[in-house]
């Protein structure tokens, strides 16, 4: 009697000792009144219920990294491969002794046919803290965006396009500097590109549309490499047409795109284009006497390539979809 007495206060104890919260002391407690040996064990079953709370943690997305995560990580070679959609809190950059001026991670862009479009974020950055952050594409090492803020302890955030299986890198540091290492939470949220008819940008990859059937899609364009190259925004459709008169009507234009729209008949000679100078404006080809026949329609902003990677908050053309309907 008075060893099991004993044994139950030295579990409880031992339970409080360990650091267990107040509901793990609990069973330990119940397990007493039990008053077999075996009810001690349960008491330690206690602990790996508080296991269990850090586990519900990783479900929700977020990755305690600390301090030292993925170091050393100071040359683009070193890069941390991390995950999208994950928060990384608690890392740091910017050792006064010169040991950590640099913070390089990796992503590798998910497999979407129509590739995707990735928001950073650095975020509950520490008193004394001012944030940089240079994103590369791995393929050439050059810079997509640089952002950075000379407010302490503000956040700062950019976007950018990413292909289908292609590396690009993020890089953190005190902007302008040398200082006292500083804090801060990462995050890198990606989209994939809302357009089942990617990839469509050249006239071989072409996709059927019917006539009379409006579809969707995407303006967004992206590389693996840092700069785009013309064609990577383009848009080619196949479409069967009778003799006569058509019309090829892009609506629903994001508020920020000047679409541009070419007709192309069967030998790529272009038959007809209507584009625009005002963002947001439709556009419109309306042909006449056209030969019965298979014709291209090409969708691509006008007057240069978009922009895929910029500070702050993506376009609306690169979140949001046209509308193109072929019509006789
Ligand atoms: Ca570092
Ligand atoms: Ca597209
Ligand atoms: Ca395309």
């Avoid at 409080?16 to 919260?21: D, E």
């Avoid at 992503?107 to 979407?112: G, K, L, R």
């Avoid at 890089?171 to 590109?193: C, E, H, W």
């Avoid at 469509?200 to 019917?210: L, S, T, Y």
Wanted: aromatic share 8%; hydrophobic share 35%.
């Amino acid at each position: 009697m008075n060893l099991r007495t004993t044994l139950s206060l030295l579990l409880v104890g031992s339970a409080l000792v360990t650091g267990c919260t107040i509901s793990t002391g609990t069973p330990g407690s119940s397990g007493s009144s039990g008053s077999s040996g075996s009810s001690g064990s349960s008491g330690s079953s206690g602990s790996s219920g508080s296991s269990g709370s850090s586990g519900s943690s990783g479900s929700s997305g977020s990755v305690v990294a600390g301090c030292d995560f993925g170091e050393p990580n100071d040359t683009r070679e070193q890069a941390k491969a991390v995950d999208v959609n994950t928060s990384y809190t608690g890392l740091c950059v910017s050792n006064p002794d010169g040991g950590d001026l640099l913070d390089f991670f990796e992503i590798t862009a998910p497999a979407d046919a129509a590739g995707g479009y990735v928001q950073v974020s650095i975020s509950n950055v520490s008193s004394k803290g001012l944030a940089e952050l240079i994103v590369y594409s791995a393929a050439d090492n050059a810079s997509l965006v640089d952002t950075y803020t000379t407010e302490d302890g503000a956040s700062i955030k950019a976007w950018f396009t990413v292909t289908p299986g292609a590396k690009y890198r993020v890089q953190v540091n005190r902007f302008a500097g040398a200082g006292p290492r500083f804090s801060y939470d990462m995050r890198l949220d990606y989209t994939k590109i809302n357009d089942a008819f990617e990839p469509n940008n050249r006239k071989e990859d072409a996709k059927v549309i019917a006539l009379g059937t409006p579809i969707q899609a995407s303006a967004a364009a992206h590389s693996p490499n840092t700069e785009l190259s013309v064609g990577d925004d383009s848009d080619y459709y196949k479409v069967t047409l009778g003799a006569g008169n058509a019309t090829i009507k892009l609506s629903n234009s994001p508020a920020d795109y000047l679409c541009d729209v070419e007709l192309l008949d069967a030998s790529g000679e272009r038959v007809g284009e209507n584009y625009t100078t005002t963002p947001g404006a439709n556009c419109q080809i309306d042909a006449k006497d056209l030969v019965g026949g298979q014709y291209l329609v090409l969708q691509h902003q006008f007057a240069g390539l978009p922009i895929r990677a910029k500070a702050g908050e993506p376009p609306a053309f690169v979140t949001a979809r046209y509308t193109l309907e072929v019509t006789q």
